[in-house]
T-cell receptor
Framework: QKEVEQNSGPLSVPEGAIASLNCTYSDRGSQSFFWYRQYSGKSPELIMFIYSNGDKEDGRFTAQLNKASQYVSLLIRDSQPSDSATYLC????????????FGTGTRLQVFP | NAGVTQTPKFRILKIGQSMTLQCTQDMNHNYMYWYRQDPGMGLKLIYYSVGAGITDKGEVPNGYNVSRSTTEDFPLRLELAAPSQTSVYFCARGTGDYGYTFGSGTRLTVV
């Protein structure tokens, strides 16, 4: 089992819809969770982080964390074509606090 | 990508040549990392450093070397370049608690 798993996609949603991106992780002791956005040909950019169970909202983005079920999700409301990118989930290693474990990413396509 | 500067942005190498990818950060962070990303694939950790003079191997260290003589600089050395090293290389700084900041990347092609 991979340490951090994401569906590779592509996930296609119409403009204005809610995009839901999911990520599961294997280490139950993980304490920090991140979402990165990566446009084609660019470097990953941190867009959300969450440490506690529940929801965390920032503008159109909401990160959701459920430690009991070991999943973290990212909701993008009112999706725009400019949101089309690959979204990487990253989880802090419980054994080595300087390490992030990255998923392989989900490609999101928002069509007009 | 304020905070982490990578050079060059693009490079074409011939098989067997060597080169150094430069990475400099401006925040005096102890933790720095080198990743490679192949098309459609995730990030793979090559080497990392937890401070000046301290480096350690990641998942895919073969064919690479690093040094960390100062907190600011973390160069990645490729010796005897091979086509399998064609990739995009990202340098990053940060921690697992607060996340990483990535440089803009170096796109390397080995022919």
């Amino acid at each position: 089992q991979k340490e951090v798993e994401q569906n590779s996609g592509p996930l296609s949603v119409p403009e204005g819809a809610i995009a839901s991106l999911n990520c599961t992780y294997s280490d139950r002791g993980s304490q920090s969770f991140f979402w990165y956005r990566q446009y084609s040909g660019k470097s990953p950019e941190l867009i959300m982080f969450i440490y506690s169970n529940g929801d965390k909202e920032d503008g159109r983005f909401t990160a959701q964390l459920n430690k009991a079920s070991q999943y973290v999700s990212l909701l993008i409301r009112d999706s725009q074509p400019s949101d089309s990118a690959t979204y990487l989930c990253a989880v802090g290693s419980p054994w080595n606090t300087d390490k992030l474990i990255f998923g392989t990413g989900t490609r999101l396509q928002v069509f007009p | 990508n304020a905070g982490v500067t990578q050079t060059p942005k693009f490079r074409i190498l011939k098989i067997g040549q060597s080169m150094t990818l430069q990475c400099t950060q401006d925040m005096n962070h102890n933790y720095m990392y080198w990743y490679r990303q192949d098309p459609g694939m995730g990030l793979k950790l090559i080497y990392y450093s937890v401070g000046a003079g301290i480096t350690d191997k990641g998942e895919v260290p073969n064919g690479y070397n690093v040094s960390r003589s100062t907190t600011e600089d973390f160069p990645l050395r490729l010796e005897l370049a091979a086509p399998s090293q064609t990739s995009v290389y990202f340098c990053a700084r940060g921690t697992g608690d607060y996340g990483y900041t990535f440089g803009s990347g170096t796109r390397l092609t080995v022919v």
